[in-house]
C-alpha cells in the first residue's frame, strides 16, 4: 500500500460563515478568561487564607490549577483556530495535544475520586478524619493523582503516533481526540480502540464507582442524623464536590466508555465543548459560590 508520511492535520473545527465563527471565537475566549480568573482567584484565595488551609480546599487548589492546564491544552489552539484561514495543527502538535488531554483528563478523575475519600471520611469518620488526612497523607494523595495521571497518558499517546497516517489529513473536530485519529489512519486501529476503550472504562468507571460507593455511604450516615438542620448542614459540605462530578462523569463516560459506533458528527464536538471548555468554568462558580467559608474568604482579602 501506498503510505505518505502525514506532517499535520488540518483541522475543520466548526464549519459556519466567518461571522458565526467570530461569534463563536468571542464567547469561547471570553469564556476561557473567565475560567482562568475564577480558578486563579481559587488557588490565591486558598494560599493566601489560613483558614482555608485544610485538605478539602488544598485538594480543590490542585484541582483549579488542573483546570487551568486543561482547558489551556485545547482552547487556545481552538481559537486561533476559529480565525486562521489555515486552520492546521503538526503531527508532533497533534500528539502533545492528546497526551496533555488524555493525562490531565485521568488526573481529574483521580483527583475527584480522592475528594470524595476526603468527605467520606469527614462525614463517616469525624474522629479518624483529623488522623487519617494528615497534611502529609494530603500532599501524597494529591501527588499520587498526578503521577498516575502522567502515566495513564503514555500507552494510548503511543499506540496512536505509531498508527499510519495517509495522504488524507483532514479531521472533523476542533481538536486532535482519539475517535477522528483512529478515523483517518489507514492501518488496522483494532488492537487501539481496544486498549483505549479498556483504559477509558478502567479510569472513567472505576473512579467513578470509588466516588458513587463514596457517597452512598455519606448519605447513609447523612440520614442517621437526627436533626434536620444538621443533615442540611452535613451535605451542604458534599453538594458542590457532587455536582462538578455529576457534570464531568455524565460527559466524559457518554463520550469514551461506548461501543464503538460514532457518535453524529454534531454531537461529536458538543460534548467535548462541554467538559474542554465549560465544566473548567463551572468549578470556581460552583465552589466559590456554594462554599460561605470561600466566600468569607475572598471577601476579607477583597
Known amino acids: 500500500t501506498n503510505v505518505t508520511a502525514v506532517l499535520e492535520f488540518r483541522l475543520l473545527g466548526f464549519r459556519s460563515n466567518p461571522h458565526c465563527q467570530i461569534l463563536l471565537f468571542t464567547v469561547f475566549l471570553v469564556i476561557y478568561l473567565l475560567t482562568i480568573l475564577g480558578n486563579v482567584i481559587i488557588i490565591s484565595v486558598v494560599t493566601l487564607e489560613p ?23 485545547i482552547v487556545p489552539k481552538m481559537l486561533a483556530n476559529l480565525l486562521a484561514k489555515r486552520k492546521s495543527i503538526s503531527f ?16 481529574e478523575c483521580y483527583l475527584l475520586a480522592v475528594m470524595a475519600y476526603d468527605r467520606f471520611l469527614a462525614v463517616c469518620a469525624p474522629l479518624r478524619y483529623g488522623v487519617a488526612m494528615t497534611p502529609a497523607a494530603c500532599t501524597r494523595l494529591a501527588v499520587g493523582s498526578w503521577l498516575t495521571g502522567v502515566f495513564t497518558g503514555f500507552l494510548p499517546c503511543l499506540m496512536v503516533s505509531r498508527l499510519h497516517f495517509c495522504s488524507y489529513n ?12 483512529l478515523k483517518l489512519s489507514c492501518s488496522d486501529t483494532t488492537v487501539t480502540e481496544a486498549v483505549i476503550f ?16 463514596s457517597y452512598l455511604l455519606i448519605i447513609l450516615s447523612i440520614l442517621k442524623i437526627p436533626s434536620a438542620s ?27 466508555v461506548r461501543p464503538s ?31 460561605k467559608a470561600f466566600k468569607e474568604a475572598l471577601g476579607k482579602i477583597v
Request: net charge positive.
Open 230 to 256: 444538621g443533615k442540611r448542614v452535613t451535605f451542604s459540605t458534599c453538594s458542590s464536590h457532587l455536582m462538578v462530578v455529576s457534570i464531568y462523569y455524565g460527559t466524559m463516560i457518554s463520550m469514551y
Open 51 to 73: 483558614r482555608l488551609h485544610l485538605p478539602m480546599y488544598k485538594f480543590l487548589q490542585n484541582l483549579s490549577f488542573l483546570e487551568v492546564c486543561y482547558t489551556t491544552t
Open 261 to 291: 459506533y460514532s457518535l453524529s458528527p454534531e454531537l461529536s464536538k458538543a460534548v467535548p465543548v462541554l467538559y474542554t471548555v465549560v465544566t473548567p468554568l463551572l468549578n470556581p462558580v460552583i465552589y466559590g459560590l456554594r462554599n
Open 170 to 181: 483532514l479531521i472533523d473536530h476542533f481538536f486532535c481526540d482519539f475517535s477522528p485519529l
Open 198 to 213: 479498556v483504559l477509558s472504562l478502567l479510569v472513567l468507571s472505576g473512579c467513578f464507582l470509588w466516588t458513587l460507593v
Open 92 to 107: 508532533s502538535g497533534s500528539m502533545v495535544q492528546l497526551y496533555y488531554f488524555i493525562s490531565l483528563g485521568a488526573t
